[in-house]
């Protein structure tokens, strides 16, 4: 049996590592537009830090990257968010405070601990209690995450904790997101009890930990996101694995598939898993399926810099009590989240040292991206000394620039979903896989690569 992968981030690996424990013998080959494997995941190892350019953690309540970990004997390297200083913590007029205790990203789950906050005004406060009163709103079949939070918890909440912490994740804007595709969870709650607040302290003991900042289920691995990259790399053995090797074209060859090669070559295969990004994904099904391709062409991207930056303990002059923090919109700063890796994550920098990752660009500030590395440096140590005092310059700086790296679920998603899937259905050995289009953390993108395994099982059985 002949498959080909397109595409070596997360998706891919995972795909193909689960489709050669299917076809021990299959003859699978990974092809790798890049020169990189792992796609966003991307650790470095210098002056004694563990630096991540990209994801530092995954959910553990979600199961499938855990899974894979054990399955790749990993399980031994993951390691638990260090147990003291686990906040959340919002930028606030110059300060950092905490958020409430029970409060899960949209709403409060105990009382005193909200009203003792000094995150909301009094007025933004009752408002956001009264949603417990408010009547759902049966007529709206979908609506962005701004409609939604506003409509149930009042426009400062929304400004100053739902904005700053739906874009830490998605860095997008709210008021194109949809919080049917973002945040089903909190929309189903409204549906099925008539209040968030309700929904959430009923369900509080069920609640993944993408409802709020539940630092306890996010782990990573001792030596960096990059370990779990490296192991799916030996599992599925490097020479099945070319990088710098893009694909131009795909065709149908009577009842296999043809794969050709930026550089001129073609591949046969039985099966396809197609784990790029949606705008290469459009691409390469144009002409097979021009319908297809243009509902793909609509899924758009925001872009990201990431920025690493170490200090002496002694330049830090306020205390960072916490993992990191987000800054609304409202702060009108560059910054969109920073990160306290040091604190985060016991063992990656040597004593005496603090690791921070900032977060800079995103769909909000497109033009932030474009910057030159030395303004991208000045922004973010502008903004830090506004809500940390630093005034001394990092001892080192790594920037690494993520562009048209994670998709924006728009209004209208869900629906597209339903689409895509319905034409890909009737493509006979073309899976596709990642994060375009359901789900953009790393243990969805290992679900979606699974899945997409089993999609060939399921019609290798069905064709053969």
């Known amino acids: 049996m002949d498959i080909v992968v397109i595409g070596a981030g997360i998706s891919g690996l995972a795909s193909a590592h689960s489709l050669l424990k299917r076809f021990p013998s299959a003859n699978l080959q990974v092809l790798e537009a890049s020169g990189h494997c792992g796609g966003i995941i991307s650790t470095l190892y210098e002056d004694g830090c563990i630096v991540e350019e990209g994801p530092d953690s995954f959910l553990s309540t979600k199961p499938w990257a855990v899974q894979l970990?054990?399955?790749?004997?990993?399980?031994?390297?993951?390691?638990?968010?260090?147990?003291s200083n686990r906040k959340a913590l919002v930028a606030s007029s110059g300060e950092i405070?905490?958020?409430?205790?029970?409060?899960?990203?949209?709403?409060?789950?105990?009382?005193?601990?909200?009203?003792?906050?000094?995150?909301?005004?009094?007025?933004?406060?009752?408002?956001?209690?009264?949603?417990?009163?408010?009547?759902?709103?049966?007529?709206?079949?979908?609506?962005?995450?701004?409609?939604?939070?506003?409509r149930r918890f009042g426009q400062e909440l929304f400004d100053r904790i739902a904005q700053p912490m739906v874009g830490g994740i998605y860095t997008g804007d709210p008021d194109k997101l949809s919080a049917q595709a973002t945040l089903p969870q909190f929309v189903e709650m409204e549906r099925k009890y008539g209040s968030v607040i309700k929904g959430l302290?009923?369900?509080?003991?069920?609640?993944?930990?993408?409802?709020?900042?539940?630092?306890?289920?996010?782990?990573?691995?001792?030596?960096?996101?990059?370990?779990?990259?490296?192991?799916?790399?030996?599992?599925?053995?490097?020479?099945?694995?070319?990088?710098?090797?893009?694909?131009?074209?795909?065709?149908?060859?009577?009842?296999?598939?043809?794969?050709?090669?930026?550089?001129?070559?073609?591949?046969?295969?039985?099966?396809?898993?197609?784990?790029?990004?949606?705008?290469?994904?459009?691409?390469?099904?144009?002409?097979?399926?021009?319908?297809?391709?243009?509902?793909?062409?609509?899924?758009e991207y925001s872009s990201c810099a990431v920025l690493n930056l170490l200090f002496d303990e002694s330049d830090i002059t306020k205390p960072i009590n916490g993992f990191g923090f987000v800054v609304p919109e409202i702060e009108r700063k560059?910054?969109?989240?920073?990160?306290?890796?040091?604190?985060?994550?016991?063992?990656?920098?040597?004593?005496?040292?603090?690791?921070?990752?900032?977060?800079?660009?995103?769909?909000?500030?497109?033009?932030?991206?474009?910057?030159?590395d030395g303004d991208l440096v000045r922004q973010t140590l502008t903004d830090l000394n506004a809500y940390l005092g630093i005034t001394t310059y990092?001892?080192?700086?790594?920037?690494?620039?993520?562009?048209?790296?994670?998709?924006?679920?728009?209004?209208?998603?869900?629906?597209?979903?339903?689409?895509?899937?319905?034409?890909f259905a009737n493509l006979d050995g073309l899976v596709w896989a990642g994060s375009a289009l359901q789900g953009v953390g790393i243990p969805d993108c290992v679900r979606s690569g699974i899945e997409?395994?089993?999609?060939v099982s399921a019609s290798t059985l069905v064709y053969s």
């Open 334 to 372: 560059s910054l969109l989240a920073c990160s306290f890796s040091s604190n985060k994550f016991v063992g990656r920098v040597p004593a005496g040292k603090v690791l921070m990752r900032a977060f800079m660009g995103g769909a909000l500030h497109p033009d932030v991206f474009e910057l030159s």
């Open 201 to 299: 302290m009923r369900e509080r003991g069920k609640l993944t930990a993408d409802s709020g900042a539940r630092y306890s289920a996010f782990v990573s691995l001792r030596n960096g996101m990059q370990e779990l990259v490296d192991s799916l790399v030996r599992s599925i053995g490097s020479e099945r694995i070319i990088t710098n090797c893009p694909v131009s074209r795909l065709e149908k060859s009577g009842s296999t598939w043809s794969v050709q090669t930026a550089e001129g070559k073609t591949i046969r295969a039985d099966s396809v898993v197609l784990a790029v990004p949606a705008p290469a994904l459009a691409k390469l099904l144009s002409g097979i399926d021009d319908e297809l391709s243009t509902e793909l062409k609509t899924v």
């Open 97 to 150: 405070l905490p958020l409430p205790e029970g409060f899960f990203l949209l709403a409060p789950t105990k009382i005193w601990p909200f009203i003792d906050s000094k995150v909301l005004s009094l007025s933004g406060k009752l408002s956001a209690a009264c949603e417990i009163f408010r009547e759902k709103n049966v007529r709206v079949r979908e609506e962005t995450i701004k409609q939604f939070v506003t």
């Open 394 to 423: 990092p001892q080192r700086v790594w920037i690494k620039r993520w562009g048209k790296s994670m998709p924006q679920y728009h209004i209208g998603h869900v629906d597209l979903v339903e689409r895509i899937k319905s034409r």
């Open 69 to 83: 970990c054990n399955d790749l004997n990993l399980g031994g390297q993951i390691i638990q968010t260090n147990e």
């Open 452 to 455: 997409a395994a089993q999609a």
